[in-house]
């Protein structure tokens, strides 16, 4: 069994910065990659960023390129999201996930490709 939990949301206003981290436990050795998906209000859940754990070759979502970035620690099984120039818009709760086996780099961006999900970090921005 593998177990994400995220922490480190929170409110704040535009702007601003916020981390988000997301601890891995369990059998996540030879995992192939994570990745951290949001859910605004009324919205479908969508990509945000992901990253390769052997490698490190990283992706983002045109949304949040060049204000988040995604990085991992192997040896702590932990993965962040360091989210600058937050925007209201990138108000929603915050998914890590994993997966598990290798995939196209392409797929990183569907939900279907990840294994196991976190519950989830909300994240409000103020205007």
């Known amino acids: 069994q593998v177990q994400l939990v995220e922490s480190g949301g929170g409110l704040v206003q535009a702007g601003d910065s916020l981390r988000l981290s997301c601890a891995a436990s369990g059998r996540t050795f030879n995992s192939y990659a994570m990745g951290w998906f949001r859910q605004a209000p009324g919205k479908e859940r969508e990509f945000v960023s992901a990253?390769?754990?052997?490698?490190?070759?990283?992706y983002y979502a045109d949304s949040v390129k060049g204000r988040f970035t995604i990085s991992r620690d192997n040896a702590k099984n932990t993965l962040d999201l360091q989210m600058n120039s937050l925007k209201p818009e990138d108000t929603a709760v915050y998914y890590c996930?994993?997966?598990?086996?290798?995939?196209?780099?392409?797929?990183?961006?569907?939900?279907?490709?990840?294994?196991?999900w976190g519950q989830g970090t909300q994240v409000t921005v103020s205007s």
């Open positions: 990253i390769k754990w052997s490698g490190g070759n990283t």
């Open positions: 996930a994993l997966v598990r086996r290798l995939i196209r780099s392409g797929s990183l961006i569907r939900e279907s490709a990840y294994d196991h």
